[in-house]
């Protein structure tokens, strides 16, 4: 919602590439959406840049929008950058006073300097309604993200921290939540009495894309699967909310973290692999082991695999794969979930192989239920036919939506700190295995569907095999 009132919104590591590629033209995106809104926008970092630097770069990152309009023009006047220590309390001071109204500060920073920031915040009195703004990995397990929770609520409370999720903000997940409580036939068929298994699954074509200082300490698991794909599964499998609410979406959102598992509670059922060199859409890729900066001896995974159960009355005994990595040949990003067969099937339909799915996209935003129905020709023969719902796409990009949230101190899309700490409790195990090698490290070619002897998901797998 667009409000008069003039937001600041400061960013501290506004030099790096997060502010650039996301950060920005999440921002641009939402202005040029809203023309009524005002943004002070203030950029801190190390790197010495005039404030004419500064302007052409949020510049350039707005025009790569091709974001216009009032409140545009308004932010790209009165933006301005500030070289400071983030970890030096006098410069935060100053970043802080420099804004017109209570800032929104967003860490665009390593998450070692993030802390040494937030621990100067702590000894300084802040404006009333400052928020704090934190991209992932938020901590690295689950006592040093309990850790970091006490920290923050030292500064400001509970409701004005946004543990950012782009995936929260992704137009399809917040369809989830029209899908599942906005209609009386798929509700009720979302549950172990109908649902054999569920997959979610984001394969990517593209490689490390230079972030080996990042990924090569996260890997799939943590990049991908502790934080954004369970945080997709907590809306897809939660109890329906109140309302929409944060405290009422999170509560649910919690319940329904606080119940999963590893499958079988047996790490071992987990995948990892690590992509060779190959070519995907013509593009050669180096082995990941000899992209610049990697540390083989890490043995980091760039495609992982998990079954998990939300253990409770809606959910037991249905396996849920949870699946991504990089540089595989198919960009692949949905949501299925397989049905069960029906309880009697008459024997004349003998040609009934596949099972009733339905088949969400995480981008482009389409939704397909897979069906049978009796084809053309022979009526005893059954075919494949598919309903289709193209979702109409969010007004925002996932940036802009998170930015909206912060800004208006909706922490809806954010990921509450109980829930952050969850999402390191449901891997630790398969972490601890991968670390004591009890899950070998396979490979796969840049390009291919991922290491030729794991079995095509769940779909494919018998129901409810342990793997
Ligand atoms: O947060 C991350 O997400 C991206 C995938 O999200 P997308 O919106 O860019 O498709 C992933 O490539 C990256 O490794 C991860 O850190």
């Not at 960013?11 to 995106?29: K, Q």
């Not at 801190?44 to 840049?49: H, M, P, Q, R």
């Not at 704090?132 to 397990?141: S, W």
């Not at 394969?203 to 699967?225: C, F, S, T, W």
């Amino acid at each position: 919602m667009a409000t008069s009132k003039t937001s600041s919104l400061l960013i501290l590591g506004a030099s790096g590439d997060l502010a650039a590629r996301l950060l920005m033209p999440g921002l641009a995106g939402l202005l040029a959406h809203e023309p009524d809104r005002r943004v002070q926008l203030i950029g801190a970092g190390v790197e010495d840049l005039t404030d004419a630097q500064w302007k052409a770069r949020v510049k350039e990152s707005f025009a790569s929008v091709k974001a216009k309009g009032p409140a545009v023009q308004a932010t790209l006047r009165s933006t301005k950058y500030i070289k400071a220590d983030v970890t030096a309390k006098d410069d935060l001071q100053k970043l802080v006073d420099a804004c017109t109204s209570d800032p929104a500060i967003y860490f665009a920073l390593p998450p070692a300097i993030t802390e040494l920031a937030c621990g100067q915040l702590q000894k300084m009195e802040l404006p009333p309604a400052t928020s704090l703004a934190l991209e992932k990995p938020f901590g690295t397990d689950e006592r040093s993200a309990k850790k970091l929770n006490t920290l923050l609520l030292k500064i400001v409370p509970e409701n004005r921290i946004h543990r950012v999720d782009h995936f929260l903000g992704r137009s399809t997940v917040l369809n989830l939540l029209g899908l599942r409580f906005a209609n009386r036939l798929i509700e009720p068929m979302l549950s172990n009495r109908d649902v054999e298994n569920i997959e979610i699954v984001y394969d990517e074509q593209l490689g490390l894309e230079n972030r080996a200082r990042y990924y090569d300490h996260a890997g799939a698991l943590v990049d991908m699967i502790q934080s954004h794909l369970l945080q997709v599964l907590a809306v897809l499998v939660m109890e329906a909310p109140a309302t929409l609410s944060a405290q009422d979406v999170r509560d649910q959102k919690q319940l329904a973290l606080r119940a999963m598992r590893i499958w079988d509670d047996d790490p071992a059922s987990s995948r990892r692999a690590r992509y060779t060199g190959g070519t995907i859409n013509g593009r050669k890729l180096p082995a990941y082991v000899k992209e610049d900066g990697v540390d083989p001896s890490l043995g980091t995974e760039t495609l992982a695999e998990v079954v998990v159960e939300v253990r409770n009355m809606r959910w037991a005994g249905v396996p849920i794969m949870l699946r991504s990595g990089k540089a595989l040949g198919d960009y692949r990003r949905e949501i299925v979930v397989t049905f069960k067969a029906p309880t009697h099937v008459p024997p004349e339909f003998h040609t009934l192989k596949e099972p009733d799915r339905l088949r969400i996209l995480i981008d482009p935003d389409e939704m397909f239920l897979e069906l049978n129905v009796n084809g053309p020709g022979d009526p005893l023969v059954i075919d494949r036919a598919a309903l289709e719902a193209v979702f109409n796409p969010g007004d925002l990009p996932a940036y802009g939506e998170v930015l909206q949230g912060i800004l208006d101190g909706d922490a809806a899309l954010s990921v509450r700190g109980d829930a952050a700490v969850e999402g390191w409790r449901i891997v630790a195990p398969v972490l601890a295995a991968w670390r004591k090698n009890e899950v070998p490290l396979d490979d796969y070619r840049a390009g291919s569907a991922g290491p030729a002897s794991w079995p095509k998901g769940l779909a494919e797998a018998a129901p409810a095999q342990k793997r």
